[in-house]
């Protein structure tokens, strides 16, 4: 696993309709809820990016790679590849992936123990998602890291 440098981070729950948003920093070990990006073209989705790029001038991005529970890939596992390089090759910043595999059962548990529900609780699980990779990040580190020259494994 890759250890994650100091830094403020934005990390990335990637779905095709929306994408959970998730700003930490790794010195302090915390991660928090930020947004969730929707909009109809992905052009759109990453305007929306950048402005957040812009805002909190993140030093590298993490991106949750979602798999089947026994670890093989698929087609979102695909497409999250697909938006962590075009992350990369936008703002030039490195991209760390990290297996996302509980991340939206943690961010429903978290929810329900806040009394989260229904429309209030949907309007904000792809971002408290994002925070779940996040904070996996910070205490495991990333399965892959891509910076546009090389992918380690």
């Known amino acids: 696993m890759l250890k994650a440098p100091a830094g403020t981070t934005l990390a990335f729950d990637f779905g095709e309709v929306r994408i959970g948003v998730a700003q930490g920093d790794a010195e302090v070990g915390l991660s928090h809820p930020l947004t969730t990006v929707t909009g109809g073209s992905n052009e759109a989705?990453?305007?929306?990016?950048?402005?957040?790029?812009?805002?909190?001038?993140?030093?590298?991005?993490?991106?949750?790679?979602?798999?089947?529970?026994?670890?093989?890939?698929?087609?979102?596992?695909?497409?999250?590849?697909?938006?962590?390089?075009?992350?990369?090759?936008?703002?030039?910043?490195?991209?760390?992936?990290?297996d996302e595999r509980m991340s939206s059962l943690y961010a429903e548990s978290l929810l329900a123990e806040a009394q989260v529900f229904g429309r209030k609780q949907k309007a904000v699980l792809?971002?408290?998602?994002?925070?779940?990779?996040?904070?996996?990040?910070?205490?495991?580190?990333?399965v892959e890291y891509f910076n546009g020259r090389e992918e380690k494994k």
């Open 45 to 98: 989705k990453f305007e929306a990016v950048a402005k957040l790029v812009d805002e909190w001038q993140p030093v590298q991005f993490v991106v949750g790679l979602p798999v089947h529970a026994d670890g093989t890939e698929h087609e979102l596992t695909r497409l999250s590849r697909k938006f962590g390089r075009r992350l990369q090759g936008r703002f030039k910043l490195p991209v760390y992936w990290v």
């Open 126 to 142: 792809d971002q408290v998602a994002a925070q779940a990779i996040l904070q996996g990040f910070f205490e495991g580190g990333a």
